[in-house]
């Protein structure tokens, strides 16, 4: 496994991380990851005969904002899969589509199960993150939502622990 892979690997990481603690994946991470592609495409496949990563890219980013509009899934988690699948799509797409989606399975029934406990968990590992400068402004306005989810009865999943998982599976495909 190349620099590369290891750097997009580490990138979903951090959104998962990012995902789990403040119910969003930074726009910034989705950047990098998109980024990071082109520039392996740039520097080690070019010419570039094979379209597919772009096409399982649009794919991703049109099924995904329909069931965005819909409110199934999160803005942040269609961007990510998005992005992973400029990746995975070389490897393989689909099997990068089940891994989530399984990873998806489980996380959903710790979620219904354990939601407290990992709710707990959020609010101590955020406490601990709200005296420090960098995560100090996010944390505070992250807890007021938390409190709002709380009150409502849907379970919300941060799925890009998921995506996450299933990127990770993917690369290891390949080795």
Same mark, same amino acid.
């Not at 990068?96 to 354990?114: D, R």
């Not at 938390?146 to 690369?171: D, H, N, Q, R």
């Given at each position: 496994?190349?620099?590369f892979?290891i750097?997009?690997?580490?990138?979903?990481?951090?959104?998962?991380?990012? *995902?789990?603690?403040?119910?969003?994946?930074? #726009? &910034?991470? $989705?950047?990098?990851? $998109?980024?990071?592609? @082109?520039? /392996? $495409?740039? !520097?080690?496949? +070019?010419?570039?005969? *094979?379209?597919?990563?772009?096409?399982?890219?649009?794919?991703a +980013?049109l099924v995904?904002?329909g069931?965005?509009?819909?409110?199934?899934?999160?803005?942040? *988690?269609?961007? @990510? $899969?998005?992005?992973?699948?400029?990746?995975?799509s %070389?490897?393989n797409?689909? =099997?990068?589509?089940?891994?989530?989606?399984?990873?998806?399975?489980?996380? =959903?029934?710790?979620?219904?199960?354990?939601?407290? %406990?990992?709710?707990?968990?959020?609010?101590? @590992?955020?406490? /601990?993150?709200? #005296?420090? /400068? !960098?995560?100090?402004?996010?944390?505070?306005?992250? #807890? &007021?939502?938390?409190?709002?989810? &709380?009150? =409502?009865?849907?379970?919300?999943?941060?799925?890009?622990?998921?995506?996450?998982?299933? =990127?990770?599976?993917?690369?290891?495909? &390949?080795?």
């Amino acid at each position: 496994m190349g620099i590369f892979q290891i750097s997009f690997l580490l990138a979903c990481l951090i959104g998962a991380c990012w *995902d789990f603690l403040f119910f969003k994946i930074p #726009n &910034e991470i $989705i950047i990098f990851i $998109i980024c990071l592609f @082109l520039i /392996k $495409i740039a !520097l080690f496949e +070019l010419p570039l005969v *094979d379209y597919k990563p772009f096409f399982c890219f649009v794919g991703a +980013l049109l099924v995904g904002y329909g069931l965005y509009f819909f409110r199934i899934v999160g803005a942040g *988690d269609v961007k @990510l $899969i998005a992005a992973v699948s400029l990746w995975t799509s %070389q490897i393989n797409y689909f =099997s990068f589509l089940f891994m989530m989606a399984v990873a998806g399975g489980v996380l =959903s029934a710790l979620f219904y199960f354990f939601s407290p %406990q990992l709710t707990a968990v959020r609010v101590l @590992l955020l406490g /601990k993150l709200e #005296n420090t /400068k !960098l995560f100090g402004p996010i944390s505070s306005e992250v #807890n &007021e939502r938390l409190y709002e989810k &709380e009150a =409502s009865s849907k379970i919300v999943v941060p799925y890009g622990i998921a995506i996450f998982l299933g =990127s990770l599976a993917t690369m290891m495909i &390949e080795l």
